[in-house]
């Protein structure tokens, strides 16, 4: 089953603006990872933090992790049309077989108008 | 670098043929590869876990005998959508990590779409 959910499902904003996601998960988590996905495309790793990490930094990203909520949130600022595409997260999970394997979010569409 | 290839990105197949796709790791050395299912608008779903040279990890519900994997290297992965169905009709998605690294290393995909 899908742990992470992602809200808002979709969001639509003008180029320039902020843009916030949020994800919340169910069980215990060494990090989180947040992945960005264009339309019909593989996935690309954005960042991960850690479980003992509340707050982290890269480039436009600032993502923030509350393990007591259970939740984390993605912000990008200033925003531009090619950031346009689908978020998801992802926590760690145990395969059957004792792999690592992630459980990836239900995805949030970002749409950023020019 | 870390790229991760996938052949065919788009085929069509009529229903109770076999479709094989493949999984490159182009320039690591790939220990564990994964299999995805992603239907329009929504989330990956993981199908399976392999690692080079023994048996894939089925998730729950997936079928085996339906869904052949073979990781025989290091840096190639296949999946292989046997007797294939319109249902099966999906966007399939691989990914590859080695051992020393949480990061999974996506492919671009294959549109599976079957007649």
């Known amino acids: 089953s899908q742990q992470g959910e992602e809200d808002p499902q979709a969001l639509s904003i003008q180029e320039g603006e902020n843009a916030t996601m949020n994800c919340s998960y169910k069980?215990?988590?060494?990090?989180l990872q947040w992945y960005r996905q264009n339309s019909g495309r593989g996935l690309v790793h954005l960042i991960l933090i850690r479980s003992n990490e509340r707050e982290k930094h890269s480039g436009r990203l600032r993502v923030t992790l509350d393990t007591s909520k259970k939740s984390s949130s993605l912000l990008i600022t200033a925003s531009r049309a090619a950031d346009t595409a689908s978020y998801f997260c992802a926590t760690e999970a145990i395969t059957q077989g004792g792999s690592e394997k992630l459980v990836f979010g239900k995805g949030t569409k970002l749409t950023v108008n020019p | 670098g870390a790229v991760v290839s996938q052949h065919p990105s788009r085929v069509i197949c009529k229903s109770g043929t076999s479709v094989k796709i493949e999984c490159r790791s182009l320039d690591f050395q790939a220990t564990t590869m994964f299999w995805y299912r992603q239907f329009p608008k929504q989330s990956l779903m993981l199908m399976a876990t392999s690692n080079e040279g023994s048996k894939a990890t089925y998730e729950q519900g997936v079928e085996k005998d339906k869904f052949l994997i073979n990781h025989a290297s290091l840096t190639l992965s296949t999946l292989t959508v046997t007797s294939a169905h319109p249902e099966d009709s999906s966007f399939y998605i691989c990914s590859a990590k080695t051992r020393a690294s949480y990061e999974q290393y996506f492919g671009p995909g294959t549109r599976l779409t079957v007649t």
């Open positions: 069980t215990s988590i060494n990090n």
